[in-house]
């Protein structure tokens, strides 16, 4: 029994070979006169290769009497594969890759004829890998250009375009895949092309820039640097922002004249396209025209100082809008003198209502018939900045009372106003709302003037603060920069528990001091609720700071003149990083909850071209101290228009912001662990602008993670 199972397949295999030899004798019998030869095959050993995933199909030969019937004996045909019996072809669609080795018998009626025969089945080729950078060189309207794109796999690769388009006057070679031509428009193009083999094809965007020979330089600028009048050319050409919503993101677009000038300049941008037919609508991207004023001074350079004034020379920092409040363009287009450069600054307001994801859009500058075109992409991260900052401040405006124009400006760019107009606190202009209020009282103590008026009655003060939102904290500017003065503690208290009767908040521009820790109402609050730091008072006051922190009290900082050799300055020939570092990074490793500075139009008679103020303040010059905007009035723009330094803040305060909400979200240590590490003190901050970008977008990133 074991001999008869063990040889089963031999018995199967005499029965087919029994069958076969009756079929041919059969077929021999109805064909008399024929003489009969054995079969011999005469297909080489070695058989064309197969592909994995292809078509195959090839029939073997052989010499002799037909019919002539075919088997493999031996060996293993390929997955997917197999050989007719009666045609000798051997088809079908391989799956697997390998050598593989068959004995195929040729049978006819004279005999039978055996050959080993050799199979190679080769995976199927890769997709090209395409390998040229995708920033081409750049191309000059009317100058023959070629371009070679390059891309690895086998061979041969087809080109195409699958999105976007090349310059006019460019063609690619869908074999050679070269670019060439002449091109005739100026501009930044992002078409995507495809190379395609065999084995599949893969996609990549290029960027190729057409300039325009002997009109203007037009190049992008990061929000954090300055370009000087006479600057040369910058090369980027594509703008890429990242923002949460509800959050602006800003940049800037350079325009150089030729020598002979350029008679008009307009900028334009498109509306931003994201996903699923989502765009940001032209209306929320504000326009700006950077007017530059004269430093005719350095401001102080203290011995050993580790953060310099950049010295005499013309500074961009005015922001003109170019259009009005109903979206009217005015101040617009612009002339450009000859060699010299105008820069534009451009807001990107993303509404708290955008989608999520990659959005595109269109920068273009044209002057007479030429344009030139900028590629701007914006990544909408998807958390909502809330409406009212968690940085508290005041950055009180003098030449104006209740203007709901200028307040709108301040608020825009996430400050506030001392005296607010009572109706923003309930219609807020959209973007931002009031997050506190000054009330109109002080005792005029103030530097140089150690005298305090009597405290005004509770009733007044509780009056005054009647007119805004219960919710609102409200807080009476008590007194200025007393540091000096001695023997106020009595009057300080006096004025703190009116204040506090009346449930409003005490501000001093002053470092803790232990003795006005109780207002003697016995509450635990302290005489002063906001105490306001000069940085160079911290080291000094650091204990007495922690004391007050500890117990309740809020803790802000500010900003005037140059008053130490280390911490960040507010004129306008330090660099600009010098403005957002203060109120983002430096306040949240600090512990800061708000920021003040003493004033923002303290204009010259001559604001839009006298920025320098020598004798003012004392024998130095302090170019810009007190003035963050400019009267809007001579731009025709009601009220205030900002400055480049305002719009550091604002950026510093969204900082803030974002660090604010990563530690509402468990993310402390993570978010804390970035601040501290571009701006741990007043001492240690980074002057790097990559540096800090870098940290924003760690933060954003982060945020967009834990939002979702």
Known sequence: MADLAGGHSDRTGCAVWVLIRMWIYLFTLASPGVSATAPSIVTASRLPGAVAGTLYSLTLAATGSTPIAWSVTGGTVPAGLSLGASTGTIGGTPSVPGVFMLTVHATNASGRSSKQMELTVTAPPAAPTITVKPLLPSALIGAAYSQVLTASGAKPIAWSMTRGALPAGLALGTSTGIISGTPTVAGVFTPTVSASNAGGSTSEQLSLTVDSPGIFGVWVVSSLDRVGLTDPAGSLKSIDLKAGRNDYQSFQVAVQAPSSGLSSVALTVSSLSGPNGSQIAASNILLFREGYVFVDRSSPDPVGSTNHPGGPGWYPDALIPLHDAQGLSINSPSAVPGGTNQPFWVDVYVPSDASRGLYSGVVTVTSGTT?????????????????????????????????????????????????????????????????????PFSSGATYGNCAMSPAPAVAAIAAQKSYFPSGLPAYVWTADEIGGCSGLNGAIQSWAQNIHNAGALSLITLAPNVSLFDDGLGAGHSDVDIWVVLPDEWDSSSAAISQAMAKGDRVWSYNALVQDPYSPKWEIDFDLINYRIQPGMISQSLGLTGLLYWRVDNWSALPWSQVNNEGVFDANNYPGE???????????????????????????????????????????????????????????????????????????????????
């Open 371 to 439: 344009q030139v075109q900028l590629p701007l992409t914006l990544n909408v991260w998807h958390f909502v900045l809330p409406q009212a900052p968690t940085l508290q401040s005041v950055f009180p405006v003098t030449h104006f009372l209740h203007n709901d124009a200028v307040d709108a400006c301040l608020l825009q760019n996430k400050v506030m106003d001392m005296l607010i107009d009572p109706a923003l606190t309930r219609t807020p202009p959209g973007r931002a709302s009031v997050n506190i209020t000054g009330l």
């Open 626 to 708: 007190g003035m963050l905007t400019y009267p809007g009035d001579a731009v025709q723009y009601p009220g205030i228009v900002p400055s480049m330094r305002l719009k550091q803040i604002r950026d510093g305060i969204n900082d803030y912001e974002y660090i604010a909400m990563l530690k509402r979200s468990g993310l402390s240590s993570f978010a804390m662990s970035i601040a501290t590490s571009v701006g741990a003190d007043w001492h240690h901050w980074t002057q790097n602008h990559l540096r800090l970008q870098q940290a924003h977008d760690a933060l954003g990133t982060a945020l967009d993670s834990v939002s979702q």
